[in-house]
């Protein structure tokens, strides 16, 4: 079967529904990650590099805190589909 071009948009906005649908607020990194297709690293560090999301470490911690909000995200995807 041959997938056209609207097949293949209409399955990935309906993935981008059901992202949305189970994280209305906010979505987690490993979400994000399986959704994009991506490993976590490569997710931290496109929002540790301002791409969506934000990141941000407290005094004396080594580690980082992660936060995407579900509309940031989507916005920034949805301009990158339209982009192409």
Same mark, same amino acid.
């Not at 934000?54 to 301009?79: C, D, E, M, N």
């Given at each position: 079967? *041959?997938?056209?071009i609207s097949d293949f948009l209409t *399955? &990935? =906005? &309906?993935?981008?529904?059901?992202? @949305?649908?189970?994280?209305?607020?906010? @979505?987690?990194?490993?979400?994000a990650a399986e959704f994009l297709g991506? &490993?976590?690293?490569?997710?931290?560090?496109?929002?540790? =590099?301002?791409?969506?999301?934000?990141?941000?470490? *407290?005094?004396?911690?080594?580690?980082?805190?992660?936060? @995407?909000?579900?509309?940031?995200?989507?916005?920034?995807?949805?301009?990158? *589909?339209?982009? @192409?």
């Amino acid at each position: 079967m *041959k997938l056209t071009i609207s097949d293949f948009l209409t *399955k &990935d =906005n &309906d993935r981008l529904e059901q992202l @949305i649908e189970a994280n209305p607020v906010s @979505i987690p990194v490993s979400s994000a990650a399986e959704f994009l297709g991506a &490993d976590v690293a490569s997710v931290r560090a496109a929002v540790e =590099n301002d791409c969506f999301g934000l990141s941000w470490r *407290k005094a004396g911690s080594a580690r980082h805190a992660y936060l @995407i909000p579900t509309g940031q995200f989507v916005r920034w995807y949805l301009s990158c *589909k339209t982009a @192409i």
